[in-house]
């Protein structure tokens, strides 16, 4: 097999048919997104950013707005390759850190702390593109409802950080939205495991209860043997980002019906 036959079997193809996504494809895109937070990292403590709680809610309108693109592609309202995952997301990738490096730039000659200029700029973003989304599937609305207090209940009164309530919340509710669009709206999962584990237990819900378990002890692990807290903090950011991507993203296209 030539590197061009590989790359459109297992990267190109996959992702222009919506086959969703292969053993192949998935190492690669996990690697990459290991070395590009990598990158970040050290990009921020260069810039002296403190990683917090500031710097999250910063970037948050960004996060937002891309997934409100991706739905927007899944909805055919908008068309091109550069709208795909994982494209939509190194494009975001792109903007978030030339945001950054101007914000910090603003911050040196006006005095204005970094994560105002950069907050503002996203939610302008996400201010003007929230109003495309419509709201269709109610049925799906209230499924997504009858899920979500509850798990809002045991996040609450579970003990251990806020910023670990929160990554236990974002990706757990992705799991949840998942099992409502495959148990009850004839959705199909595309990303390998989940997939996996769907086929062999002939239900959906299994992902909830193994992806709750994998993040618990994720998470416990963190905490033990990472005493940075700018990187423990970090870490937690970017495993509650993929679980707020990938979770609104199904949430939208499952109230959109598209």
């Not at 895109?29 to 590009?36: H, N, P």
Request: charged letters at 15%; glycine letters at 2%.
């Amino acid at each position: 097999m030539s590197v061009r036959d590989f790359l459109h079997n297992y990267f190109i193809n996959p992702m222009i048919n919506r086959e969703g996504y292969n053993t192949i494809n998935t190492i690669a895109y996990a690697f990459l997104f290991i070395f590009l937070s990598y990158l970040t990292f050290n990009l921020l403590k260069r810039l002296k950013i403190k990683i917090d709680h500031l710097f999250a809610i910063s970037i948050f309108p960004f996060i937002a707005s891309g997934v409100i693109i991706r739905v927007l592609h899944d909805a055919k309202l908008i068309s091109g390759i550069l709208f795909m995952t994982p494209n939509i997301w190194l494009l975001f990738f792109s903007l978030i850190i030339f945001m950054i490096i101007l914000s910090v730039l603003i911050q040196n000659n006006l005095k204005i702390p970094y994560y105002k200029p950069l907050f503002l700029s996203g939610f302008i973003m996400f201010s003007i593109l929230l109003p495309t989304i419509q709201i269709k599937n109610t049925q799906a609305l209230l499924y997504f409802i009858a899920f979500f207090i509850p798990l809002c209940v045991l996040i609450i009164i579970f003990k251990t950080s806020i910023e670990n309530k929160l990554v236990m919340l974002f990706q757990i509710l992705d799991s949840i939205i998942t099992s409502i669009a495959v148990t009850w709206f004839n959705y199909t999962e595309q990303h390998v495991l989940p997939r996996f584990l769907i086929e062999k237990t002939n239900t959906a819900f299994t992902f909830v209860l193994v992806k709750a378990i994998v993040i618990y002890f994720s998470l416990k692990l963190i905490d033990e043997y990472e005493k940075d807290k700018e990187f423990n903090f970090y870490i937690k950011m970017l495993i509650a980002i993929l679980g707020f991507a990938t979770g609104m993203r199904s949430l939208l296209r499952l109230l959109w019906g598209v």
